[in-house]
């Protein structure tokens, strides 16, 4: 089983900043890593695909980067509403597994 | 636009199976996708399930698949998650999902549905 490693577990930031989370892969997954944003008391949402394949209806802000086994999520320019908890997800091979999380706290 | 819910009782007995449906609109489940599950125990993070193709083509999680049945229903363009023998750590969110797919594995999930609460206690 693919373990997926993400830094930090959490991060305080202040609007406007620019965020980035990693997401680091126990063996190469090529590209098949994804990201998802989820907000309080709501279900997962697609932010990129393919380490960094934008998603329509998803804000420029978001960013992805990364091959093999190490991976970025950039956040430019924080907004407030991105306060949320951030997950990695592997596909490369089965059983697919997500990353721990990274909750956002925006000051 | 394709909406996903989830139904099913909120409390379980240990020992007994939780039944879930998810209820699709806005896309047939036939036309094509994996459809899958994936829980969320409160305060932690998300955990694969299993999925499931149309045709009956399902890969699960090696460390639920003794105990986890996912099936179709395309007449009424559902599917469901059975999962038996439950416990307190299988106390979760249960959530619903369209997956992405290519020849031999599964991707990414969306979209997801709302999730439901499923509690396991005597």
């Known amino acids: 089983e693919i373990v997926l490693t993400q830094s930090p577990d959490f991060q305080s930031v202040t609007p406007k900043e620019k965020v980035t989370i990693t997401c680091r892969a126990s063996?190469?997954?090529?590209?098949?890593l994804h990201w998802y944003q989820q907000k309080p008391d709501q279900s997962p949402k697609l932010l990129i695909k393919?380490?960094?394949q934008s998603i329509s209806g998803v804000p420029s802000r978001f960013s992805g980067s990364g091959s093999g086994t190490d991976f970025t999520l950039t956040i430019n320019s924080l907004e407030a509403e991105d306060a949320a908890a951030y997950y990695c997800h592997q596909s490369s091979s089965l059983p697919i597994t997500f990353g721990q999380g990274t909750r956002l706290e925006i000051k | 636009q394709v909406q996903l819910q989830e139904s099913g009782p909120g409390l379980v007995k240990p020992s007994e199976t939780l039944s879930l449906t998810c209820a699709v609109s806005g896309y047939s489940i036939s036309s094509g996708y994996y459809w899958g599950w994936i829980r969320q125990p409160p305060g932690k993070g998300l955990e694969w399930i299993g999925s499931m193709y149309h045709s009956g083509s399902t890969y699960y999680n090696p460390s639920l698949k003794s105990r986890v049945t996912i099936s179709v229903d395309t007449s009424k363009n559902q599917f469901s998650l059975k999962l038996s023998s439950v416990t307190a750590a299988d106390t979760a969110v249960y959530y619903c999902?369209?997956?992405?797919?290519?020849?031999?594995?599964?991707?990414?999930?969306?979209?997801w549905g709302q999730g439901t609460l499923v509690t396991v206690s005597s």
């Open positions: 999902a369209r997956q992405q797919h290519t020849t031999g594995t599964v991707h990414w999930f969306d979209p």
């Open positions: 063996q190469s997954i090529g590209s098949s």
């Open positions: 393919y380490a960094s």
